[in-house]
């Protein structure tokens, strides 16, 4: 049980770091725009601090890539502790930069810089630390264990928010713009340390040993994913899509769309987010258990046909201008796609075969999160602006709902198979 104690908290902590730094940078994103993009409208400022974010998403394909090749030629163990220590670096570093008042256009450019080494890194660390897990997990347990890896992702959210809202609480705004907004930063190195020693002090998994044995280490696995694999690519494709366009609308894009176009306080709408994703927390566990007794397969369908029928007259309650409408409204979304979030790792691990496993599954899920995730924001405004609905960002919830639906129905049940 210690052993498996020890696999679990390897391959979360580098998802809590991760997305921790994704909520803490846009939570700081407008005081990062003013301190290293100053410009007389403080709109092009945000806009610049965003795009800046967005670089990172741009890396990530990119990191799928190297981190794969990585994972399935020289280990998990290899992939996950270069991986954190390369995210931990970037984002204590980012706490260390001067601002543009201080080297000027050095400032913003190795902003840049440490944005695209963490994009790097996250390409590879939340795929490789699933995979990890997953290969390290009893066959009776896989969804359960599998499940951590979004788990992780969910606790690092919540980390950032509560970060977020004590610092900004404690400190006066001048002390906030001075010092204070690299004090979020500089978590990073600890989560870090903490991580890198824990995965260097860990066990390879069995699966991986196992081809070391038998010397069928592949030596070109992102090529042989194309070449041997390109019907699970598809699928992983297909199914990621829902899991990217699910998550930043529902617990990123929402907090927004409630402030901006149902005019609730910022605070509110929040508060209404924060809610929401607890939930979730506590859903993805017993989804992934719950998995493991029923399969795979009924929990995807239902969870992604769920949404389809759903998605429209959910947002038009949570957008009716009612507090407690939005909160229930927001909860069931959590309910609907909690299912299908938890178990996504597991069975994505499940459909490659060891020797190509970790190339497979990140290329094909970190694809569409920088396609369809990060302008999943983007998007959902732009489909209210054309077309005069604030409900409309269903639309494209329903759309990518769809697409993993129909992967679902092509999906070969594997809970009760061993990995292939």
Known sequence: MRKHSKV???????????????????????????L?????????????SFGV?????????????????????????????????????????????????????LAPTLLVILKLLQGLSVGGEYTTSVSFIVEHAPQDKRGLFGSVGILGAVVGILLGSASGAVITKILPEEDLYSWGWRVLFFTGILLGLIGYYVRKNIDETPKFMELEYEEMIDKQPVLDVF????????????????????????????????????????????????ISMIVLAVLIPFFGWLSDKVGRKPIILTSTGFTVLTAYPLFKFVSSGAVENALIGQIIFAVVVAGFMSILPTTLVEIFPTQIRNS????????????????????????????????????YLIFAAAVAFAAGITLKETAKEPLQ
């Not at 580098?14 to 990062?32: K, P």
């Not at 290293?36 to 610049?48: G, R, T, W």
């Not at 970190?366 to 639309?395: H, Q, R």
């Open 8 to 34: 679990l908290f390897a391959g979360m902590v580098g998802n809590i770091l991760e997305w921790y730094d994704f909520v803490v940078y846009g939570f700081l994103a407008v005081i990062i725009g003013e």
């Open 360 to 395: 497979g599954y990140s290329i094909g899920y970190n694809l569409p999160f920088a396609i369809f995730g990060g302008t999943a924001p983007l998007i959902s405004t732009y489909l209210i602006k054309i077309t005069g609905d604030i409900n409309s960002p269903a639309f």
């Open 53 to 105: 974010f967005a670089v990172g998403f741009v890396m990530r394909p990119v990191g799928a890539v190297m981190f794969g090749h990585i994972g399935d030629k020289y280990g998990r163990k290899k992939a996950l502790t270069i991986s954190i220590v390369m995210m931990a670096v970037s984002t204590t570093a980012i706490g260390l930069l001067p601002t543009y008042a201080q080297i000027g256009i």
């Open 36 to 48: 290293f993009f100053p410009s007389e409208d403080p709109m092009v400022s945000l806009l610049k």
């Open 227 to 274: 070449k041997k694999a390109y019907k699970e690519f598809i699928k992983t494709f297909s199914l990621s899509t829902f899991q990217a366009v699910g998550f930043y609308t529902i617990f990123v894009y929402i907090a927004n769309h409630l402030s901006v176009f149902v005019k609730f306080p910022k605070s509110t709408a929040l508060t209404i987010n924060t």
